[in-house]
């Protein structure tokens, strides 16, 4: 005799069965999980975006870190992985580049992780500054002076609040935890942190003035350094979408299964990405987009679609604002087709 257990088991397995087999349309009436259309329709949109935009030349390296005005402004890759840990990719995924910014996000959950999400908030909190990502106008004038976590005064701050028994625990827990989110073990990339290292006086005079406020938690140029060295880690396309789709799974890694993030922290960090992820280009694309998404300086953009994957574009020529001019193209593009607009009707299957 089947007990119960095993009647929910068998009907699992059958509607794993019937869907997989199922048409499109037919697969439209039956209830499914949120994942993202199926693999083909996906890499059929990728393949688009890439050849409509790969001639797109606009935008400039990064040139305030020398490191980065020499990287190959030719590089261009996408990726993408669902939280059910599909991959598809296309182009240069496999270029290492400095994660730069888009590793606020991480310390940001850290950081929660440790000591709970109000407290953060409170010590950073998630303002939009309106002004450039490393503007000390911003810590002067705004009554929080951090702005939010995704600003360079923020960052410095929410990266301050990691605890250790000195900087090399700190930075240590910093890089597994971002492995964590990778699937994968990374590393620094040397060269880029040097290079950051010798040039960053702007970022310390930002931590002396969060020191002033009294909105930093532990030694400023201590806390700077750490900082440069969570920037200058390196990932290559592939495995920053793996780290966005842990976000987009609700906090867990699609790949391994492993809780990184608390579930409880992700609407947090979403928030705070549509509202600051593209600093002062953030309304422009929250406009355009509605997916939160966080760049970096190094040409990376990885943008969220929760319950479904992240996409990821490297392409390193940037904008005004210090956001990739191409990956907001071809995101804004493969996002589009998808109907992964948040605030979109469409996303939920609505007409
Ligand atoms: N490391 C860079 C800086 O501090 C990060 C800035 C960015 O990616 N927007 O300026």
Known sequence: MLNRTWVVKLLFVATIIVSSVLPMSAQAQAPRSPVAPRREVVAAVV???????????????????PYLA???SKLFGIAIVTTDNQVITMGDVKYSFSIQSISKVYTLALAMEALGADTVFQKVGSEPTGRPFNSPVAVVDMPTHTGNPFVNAGAIATTSLISGKDADEKWTKILDFYSRAAGEKLTLIDEVYKSEAATNTGNKALSML??????????????????????????????????????????????NGEQVIKAEDVPHI??????????DGSGGWA????????????????????????????????????????????????????????????SVGWK
């Open 47 to 65: 393949k688009e975006a890439y050849d409509k935009f790969k001639n797109e030349t606009r935008g400039k390296n990064a040139d305030y870190i």
């Open 70 to 72: 020499q990287v190959d």
């Open 210 to 255: 969060l020191a002033k406020y009294e909105r930093i938690y532990a030694d400023p140029f201590e806390s700077v350094d750490i900082y440069t060295k969570q920037c200058s880690v390196g990932v290559n396309a592939s495995q920053l979408a793996r780290m966005g789709a842990t976000l987009a799974n609700n906090g867990i890694n699609p790949a």
């Open 270 to 279: 979403l928030s705070t990405m549509m509202m600051a992820g593209l600093y």
């Open 287 to 346: 406009w355009h987009v509605g997916l939160p998404a966080k760049s970096g300086v190094g040409g990376g953009i990885v943008a969220i679609a929760p319950g479904k994957g992240a996409i990821v574009v490297f392409a390193p020529p940037l904008d005004e604002a210090g956001n990739s001019v191409k990956a907001q193209e071809v995101i804004d593009y493969v996002a589009g087709k998808l109907n992964y607009n948040l605030y979109s009707p469409a």
